[in-house]
């Protein structure tokens, strides 16, 4: 949302802005669909799958009068599916040699990755996957999540290994972050004097009735759209249900937590990346 709302004015010191409108945030201009499952395709899908991507990031990366080019979307590591299979972002190596390959020979500059706790992301993303798809009860999930493989510190070892960012700032998930400051750190030519910080937190959450409702009408066989089920987040606004949709038991969430915290710890101390709490 903040580079929806200062698009104009980075654009205006020559440095290319490409990032993807989803929800309500403004001028969103990139649709960047890394497909990892090329692989499974053959040598000739990969290549042209890499041409489509190259395709996708030419305005940016090799505009006239732009030395410099700011990429931004959530679904860079993969989506949200095999988090409930017990696996974290396992396909990042291959998306990342996607991008690596589409990129070249551009030189990759600084890159943030934004770091969230397990527990929330991990109900987070079945809230979010609950709105179209059809999903098991949460309790049926949550077991093979408390003991998932790989983690963030996996994660940055592969993005380095791949990518070669001149810089690689991982950044903790956080609220009161500012913003503007990580801007200027991630590009430190911008003059951010002026911009905007962002004032409301776009995406519209559904409760726990909306999800209850999608998940009914999804195992009865409806096909729900995007816009059938933000009709039934609108309906079930209101009310509070009897028991959470995607809740951690105690002792799975301290389990989570635990893991995170020990993860945020072998962050700290490495070497190859700069580390920002907040």
Known sequence: MMLGENSAAILAQ??????????DIPNGNL??????????????????????????????????????A?????????????????????????????????LFP??????????????TLFESAFRKRAERFALPAFPEVAPVQT??????????DQILNTLKPKRLFVVTYGRDRDDLALLKQLCPTLDVTGMKRPETWVNSSFT???????????????ELTQEASWAIRDAFAEGQAEQPFAKFAPKQAAMLKDRYQADLATLRNHAGITFLEF
């Open 106 to 119: 551009n030189a990759i500059g600084n890159l943030l990755l934004m770091v969230r706790p397990y527990d």
């Open 14 to 23: 020559g440095v290319r802005v490409g990032f993807a409108g989803r929800g």
């Open 147 to 156: 003991r998932f493989e790989g983690g963030w510190p996996k994660v940055v």
């Open 208 to 222: 726990d009735n909306a999800l209850f409702e999608c998940q009914r009408q999804i195992h009865a066989g409806e």
């Open 31 to 68: 649709d960047l669909r890394v497909r990892h499952q090329a692989f499974a395709k053959g040598k000739a899908r990969v290549k042209q799958h890499i041409a489509e991507i190259r395709s996708e990031l030419a305005p940016f990366v090799k505009a006239e009068g732009s030395k410099h």
């Open 70 to 102: 700011i990429i931004s979307d959530e679904n860079m590591l993969g989506g949200m599916a095999p988090f409930e299979l017990g696996a974290f972002y396992p396909d990042v190596p291959l998306r990342m040699e996607i991008i690596r390959k589409a």
